[in-house]
């Protein structure tokens, strides 16, 4: 009986302002430290699924040009493209018959592929042909024929 004698004389009315602005001080600074690694996984999945789905455009270009004896024109000869993860359209340039300044072109201005120039224009939604173009920066490119696919600013 005794431990119920030190309760009733134990004041618990709840919780004070103090407290419950500590209390979300803590919840906050915790959130604010997952947010970093859980935005950093984002973007590592982003980058996956686009390269995968620019190796799947890939190989049906390649199934064009085997019926076709040449690339399509456009994406839209494929049938259905998928959109990038920002909703941007994939973008394609055939090089047979492009002009230079369409080709993306490496940080010496040499184009980077011979077949076609496939890329996803990136969270920005911005490109330019040079590597070397800050817009270009975040772009997700295909390039020496397929040998290389990811970020320009890691090529």
Request: proline residues 6%; hydrophobic residues 40%.
């Amino acid at each position: 009986m005794q431990c119920f004698s030190c309760l009733k004389t134990m004041d618990i009315k709840g919780m004070t302002l103090i407290e419950v602005v500590i209390i979300v001080a803590i919840i906050a600074t915790l959130a604010g430290i997952a947010a970093v690694p859980y935005r950093g996984y984002m973007e590592k999945a982003r980058m996956v699924k686009i390269i995968q789905e620019i190796r799947h455009i890939e190989r049906n270009l390649e199934l064009y040009k085997e019926f076709n004896n040449e690339y399509p024109a456009s994406l839209d000869m494929l049938g259905v493209v998928p959109l990038d993860p920002w909703d941007i359209p994939y973008q394609y340039t055939r090089v047979a018959g492009a002009k230079v300044g369409e080709l993306r072109k490496d940080h010496n201005l040499v184009p980077v592929n011979t077949d076609y120039d496939l890329y996803s224009m990136g969270a920005d939604g911005k490109s330019k042909p040079p590597f070397t173009a800050k817009p270009s920066h975040d772009d997700i490119v295909r390039a020496n024929n397929g040998e290389f696919i990811g970020l320009v600013s890691d090529y």
